[in-house]
Every structure is written in C-alpha cells, then in structure tokens.
C-alpha cells in the first residue's frame, strides 16, 4: 500500500461495479433491488421471507477501545474478503455512520487502507436517508406528544415527566438540555427538554431490532414517552403516532446493499450506540445475508464488554442467531496504551508494558469461551512499528488459554492480508460450541445486572442508587420484568470509571438510573456518566473536510 495515499483517496480511486452485479454474487436479481444510483441499492426481502438461513454467522468484537484505535471494522471488511477469496461465498453486515462523530473525532466510519466498504464518501454522509428518516420519527412523536398537551391533555401527562426527546444527527451540546414551549399559550406549554444524537434515539434501537416493518411499526407503538401525574407509562400508541412513524421508515426499514474494495457484497444497515444501546446493525440485514451467503460476518460496538454482550445476550435471543465463531481484534499499541504508555511512546517496543496490558485482552477472550460457549480467534491489526518479540509475547499468552492468534495485514494488503485470520475463523466455524446465555431472562432484573456485572465485568458486585432500586421495582410492577438487560457504561473499561484501564478488580458497578426502552426490547440500566448528545472537540474533524469545483469531497479520513 502507498502509505501516503489517504483511506478516501483509496476509496475515489477504486474501480467498484455496478450494485446489480455484486447482487447477482449472492442471487439477488435487479426486481429486487431498488437503486440508488449505480453503486448502492435498498433490497425488497419479501420474496426472501420463507427462505431459511443458511450462513455461519462470524461476530467480530474487540478489546477495551483506546486513542491509539483497534481497526475492528478494518478488521471486518478485510476478513469477508479473504473468505471471499478462499471461495467461501461471504456477505459483511456493519452499522452506518453517524453524521456527528464523522464530523468530530473519527472522521470516516467505513474501514480503512484496502479494507473498506465504497462508496466511501456516501456511506459516511447522507448515504440512502436512513437516518434522516429515523430523525424525522422521532421528531414526529416528540411533535404529537406535545401536541396532545397543548390540545386538552386527555391522558393526564405529567410535563416534568416526559422522557422522550428530539435528536438532531450532529455533536452538538448547546442541545443538551433545553426550555421550550415559551412565548404564551399558543407556543405549547412549557417545559424542559432536549436532544439525543439520533443514533441514541430508541427509535433507532427499535429500528434495528424489528424482523420486518409491521414489527417495527408495534414497537414503535410500545415505546414509552412519558409517565402520567399517577406515575402510569405513556406509549407512541396512546398517542396514535405509531403509524405515521412506520410511514416515515417504510423504505428506510430495508438494507442498503454496497460493496467492498474487492466488489464483494456488504449491508451497511442501521447504527446505534453500544454504550447506551445494543451497538448493532439491523436484525433484517443480519437475517437477509444469512439466508444469501455461506459465511455473515457482523461487527459489534465498542468492547466485547458492551457490544459483544448485547448482541449475544439480547440480538441473538431475540432472534435465534446462533454464531459460530468470534474474533476479537486487539493492536500491540493498544495494549501497550493499557499497560501504562503514553499515546505518543506507543510506537516504542516495550515488552513490561505489554505484558501489563495484556490481561485486557485475555480477560475478553476468556469471557467469549467461558461465558458464551464460543470459539474464538485474536485478531492482531499490524502496524508496522509491531516488533516480533511483542507479537511473539501476544500468541504465546493467548495459546496458553487455548486460542489462536493471527497476525492481520488487511489495512495495508486488503483480503489477501487477512488469509491466516480467515483459515481460522473457517476452521472455528465447524468447531464444537455450545452457545450459552449470560444470564436467563426469568432472573429479576436486579439479577440479570449482577450477572454481566460478575461473569463479564468481573466487578465485586452492583451498587443501586435509591431512584434505580425504585425504578427496578416500577419496571417489574408494569410488566417489564422479563425483558434483557442493555448496559449504559463507558466502552473504555471493564468498570464504569473510564480511567481503570487493563483488566481492574476489586470494584464495584453502580447503577444510578434504569429505563425501559419497551420498543427495542430491553432494560437500560446506567452507570456512571453516559452522554446521548456528544460534543465536538477543539479541531472537529470538519475544518479538514471540503469540496473541490467538480464535487469531489476531500479530507474525509
């Protein structure tokens, strides 16, 4: 690779095909596709509905997230290709990027060097409208709920006590908390209020958990927006917005087909959160490539603590997915970052602050086999300042549990530099597994959070402050008991202090508030300080963005 070149001039400078010839890959004809433009396209699943799975189902995950990066969804794209390649028919499903980050810390979200998905400059913008559409859902329900207030308020809402909020896809704090509905009796009645990013959104979670739009649009229905003066939940029903929402997400709901750098097929569908939601792409993509393809491979947010957790705990639940395998992506810098050095000394061999990080790592991979029941290979991402004593040092600790490791060099070489990660992962595939849940869902809540709180954090136990202990019991008294449980908690270590890096014990998780997202099909429970409208930093990732006179977008990663 020409380490000068840039991931977006990569991208621009790809020959990719037309989107019906990477449909016709996986047996999709043109009649069901529906084109926007000549490189990507939504699919109609209808005439798949009958159809059943067939796919093994390969979840990458990670280590702890660092400044230093861990190159999951690098990882990811160069993995389905090298399968490709192995002629094993392989489709990628990966979430879309959100407008805010692109424009404030991360720059692009589609991959990286030779391993990404194209056309790179549309996924990261405005892409098919999928979220502009979820936006505009949202924002609908926030508009028919303060409606319903302003015209009689017959369901007795309690105006301190609305939880719904309306988002905007861009970093902006000055939305955080607001007042609105000021100026007199014409302009509503008056409360405080705020906006999400739209990837917080539950609209969002809701969105990705639906199997088709008639159960997207009874979700929407069970979402809770506020509480009534006698403490009672409101939905979306009770304020007939469900329908005009589904409306709104009837094309958004179908999975938008792209391609790699090698032309090979990828769904690039849904984004939400991992910190505050499931972190996942849609169940309908997931589903759809597994009916298509002989191996999926899927990505989740974050850390295996969070994303990993959540897709296995509540989507594969959810959803009868079953994975054959899993791998989980580290870096030797990233280690070194956990061990103690500072991001700017990360490209220094230095074995003691290797081995000190380690334990990061291995705590995650003993996790996915002891927890989970799952085989697993580590996926080092290489960089070239990697030294072969520190690589040496990463297998011989993993092989001492068991598990492989293999070096990755997708970034620089695309799926020719992930051959040996994808001999593993075809080799796990047809390994024995017995795939096992976290926790059950007939546990009390309080339970089901000890449970990740023990077996995955591997925390003394969970602290609940008095308004989550009361929430707890609320929940429960409305029904909502048997539901799984989504951890809200910083990505950047096992307990929700940021700063406890590595592998940290002898703490205790607190749990200081608890909500119901009744449309996605889970319990939040929140710990320690977790932003749903993140903020742009000193020199946001924009002011490297621009246009040329002929359209062509520059400084997009």
């Given at each position: 690779m020409?380490e000068?070149k840039s991931d977006i001039?990569i991208?621009?400078?790809?020959?990719?095909?037309?989107?019906?010839?990477?449909?016709a890959k996986?047996?999709?004809d043109?009649g069901?596709?529906?084109?926007y433009?000549r490189?990507?396209a939504?699919v109609?699943?209808?005439?798949l509905a009958?159809?059943?799975r067939?796919g093994?189902?390969?979840?990458v995950?990670a280590?702890?997230?660092t400044?230093?990066?861990?190159g999951?969804?690098?990882?990811?794209?160069?993995?389905?290709?090298?399968?490709?390649s192995?002629?094993?028919?392989?489709?990628?499903c990966?979430r879309?990027?959100s407008?805010?980050?692109?424009?404030?810390i991360?720059?692009?979200?589609?991959?990286?060097?030779?391993?990404q998905?194209?056309p790179?400059?549309?996924?990261?913008?405005?892409?098919?409208?999928?979220?502009h559409?979820?936006g505009a859902?949202?924002?609908?329900c926030a508009a028919?709920?303060?409606?319903?207030?302003k015209?009689?308020?017959?369901?007795c809402?309690?105006?301190r006590r609305?939880?719904?909020?309306?988002?905007?896809d861009m970093n902006?704090?000055?939305l955080r908390q607001?007042?609105?509905?000021?100026?007199?009796v014409?302009?509503?009645m008056?409360?405080?209020?705020?906006?999400?990013?739209?990837?917080?959104?539950?609209v969002?979670?809701a969105f990705?958990m639906a199997s088709?739009l008639m159960?997207?649009?009874?979700?929407?229905?069970r979402?809770?927006?506020a509480?009534?003066?006698?403490?009672?939940?409101v939905?979306?029903?009770?304020?007939?917005?469900q329908?005009?929402?589904?409306a709104?997400?009837k094309?958004?709901?179908?999975?938008?087909l792209?391609?790699?750098?090698?032309?090979?097929p990828a769904?690039v569908?849904?984004?939400p959160?991992a910190?505050?939601?499931?972190?996942?792409?849609?169940?309908?993509a997931?589903d759809t490539?597994?009916?298509?393809a002989?191996y999926?491979v899927?990505?989740?947010?974050?850390?295996?603590?969070?994303?990993a957790e959540k897709?296995l705990?509540?989507?594969?639940?959810?959803?009868?997915?079953?994975?054959d395998?899993v791998?989980?992506v580290?870096t030797?810098?990233?280690?070194?970052?956990n061990g103690g050095?500072a991001?700017?000394a990360l490209?220094?061999?230095?074995l003691s602050?290797?081995?000190?990080?380690?334990p990061n790592?291995?705590?995650?991979?003993?996790n996915?086999k002891?927890v989970w029941?799952?085989?697993?290979v580590?996926?080092?991402?290489?960089?070239?300042t990697?030294?072969?004593a520190e690589?040496e040092?990463v297998?011989?600790k993993c092989?001492?549990?068991?598990v492989?490791v293999?070096?990755?060099e997708?970034?620089a070489?695309?799926g020719?530099?992930?051959?040996?990660?994808?001999?593993?992962?075809?080799r796990l595939c047809?390994?024995?597994?017995?795939?096992?849940?976290?926790y059950e869902?007939d546990?009390p809540?309080?339970?089901?959070?000890?449970?990740?709180?023990?077996?995955?954090y591997?925390?003394?136990?969970v602290?609940?402050?008095?308004?989550a202990a009361r929430?707890?019991k609320?929940?429960e008294?409305?029904g909502f008991?048997?539901?799984?449980?989504?951890m809200a908690?910083?990505?950047?270590s096992?307990?929700?202090?940021?700063?406890?890096?590595?592998a940290?014990?002898?703490f205790?998780?607190?749990?200081?508030?608890v909500r119901?997202s009744?449309g996605a099909?889970?319990?939040v429970?929140?710990?320690?300080?977790i932003m749903?409208?993140?903020?742009l930093?000193?020199?946001?990732a924009?002011e490297?963005i621009?246009?040329?006179p002929?359209?062509?977008?520059?400084?997009?990663?």
């Amino acid at each position: 690779m020409d380490e000068h070149k840039s991931d977006i001039q990569i991208a621009q400078e790809a020959r990719m095909l037309p989107i019906s010839e990477v449909a016709a890959k996986v047996g999709l004809d043109e009649g069901m596709l529906e084109f926007y433009g000549r490189t990507k396209a939504k699919v109609d699943i209808h005439a798949l509905a009958q159809k059943p799975r067939r796919g093994k189902l390969v979840l990458v995950t990670a280590i702890n997230p660092t400044p230093a990066g861990e190159g999951k969804t690098t990882t990811s794209v160069g993995l389905a290709d090298a399968l490709n390649s192995m002629g094993k028919q392989t489709m990628l499903c990966l979430r879309e990027p959100s407008l805010g980050p692109v424009f404030g810390i991360k720059g692009g979200a589609a991959g990286g060097g030779y391993a990404q998905v194209v056309p790179m400059e549309d996924i990261n913008l405005h892409f098919t409208g999928d979220f502009h559409a979820i936006g505009a859902a949202n924002n609908l329900c926030a508009a028919m709920l303060d409606n319903h207030i302003k015209q009689g308020n017959a369901l007795c809402i309690d105006p301190r006590r609305i939880v719904w909020k309306r988002v905007v896809d861009m970093n902006d704090r000055q939305l955080r908390q607001v007042v609105d509905g000021l100026g007199g009796v014409a302009n509503g009645m008056p409360h405080e209020d705020g906006f999400d990013i739209t990837v917080a959104s539950e609209v969002m979670a809701a969105f990705c958990m639906a199997s088709d739009l008639m159960d997207l649009r009874d979700r929407l229905g069970r979402m809770v927006v506020a509480y009534t003066y006698d403490r009672e939940p409101v939905t979306v029903s009770d304020i007939h917005a469900q329908g005009a929402m589904a409306a709104l997400l009837k094309d958004a709901i179908k999975p938008n087909l792209v391609q790699t750098l090698e032309g090979n097929p990828a769904f690039v569908h849904g984004g939400p959160f991992a910190n505050i939601a499931h972190g996942c792409n849609s169940v309908e993509a997931t589903d759809t490539a597994l009916k298509l393809a002989d191996y999926v491979v899927t990505e989740a947010g974050f850390g295996a603590d969070l994303g990993a957790e959540k897709f296995l705990d509540i989507v594969c639940r959810a959803q009868g997915f079953s994975p054959d395998a899993v791998v989980l992506v580290a870096t030797v810098r990233a280690l070194k970052y956990n061990g103690g050095v500072a991001k700017d000394a990360l490209t220094e061999e230095n074995l003691s602050a290797l081995e000190a990080g380690l334990p990061n790592l291995l705590r995650h991979v003993s996790n996915i086999k002891d927890v989970w029941g799952l085989p697993v290979v580590v996926a080092i991402n290489a960089f070239p300042t990697d030294t072969p004593a520190e690589l040496e040092l990463v297998e011989r600790k993993c092989q001492e549990l068991g598990v492989n490791v293999a070096l990755s060099e997708v970034w620089a070489k695309g799926g020719e530099g992930g051959q040996a990660l994808a001999e593993e992962v075809a080799r796990l595939c047809e390994a024995p597994k017995e795939f096992r849940y976290a926790y059950e869902l007939d546990q009390p809540l309080k339970a089901k959070i000890e449970a990740i709180a023990r077996k995955v954090y591997h925390a003394d136990g969970v602290d609940f402050e008095p308004k989550a202990a009361r929430m707890l019991k609320q929940l429960e008294e409305q029904g909502f008991g048997g539901l799984p449980i989504c951890m809200a908690k910083t990505q950047y270590s096992f307990s929700d202090d940021a700063k406890r890096l590595g592998a940290p014990e002898g703490f205790r998780i607190t749990v200081r508030d608890v909500r119901v997202s009744a449309g996605a099909g889970f319990v939040v429970a929140l710990t320690g300080s977790i932003m749903t409208m993140p903020g742009l930093p000193r020199v946001p990732a924009a002011e490297k963005i621009d246009v040329t006179p002929d359209g062509r977008i520059v400084g997009l990663f």
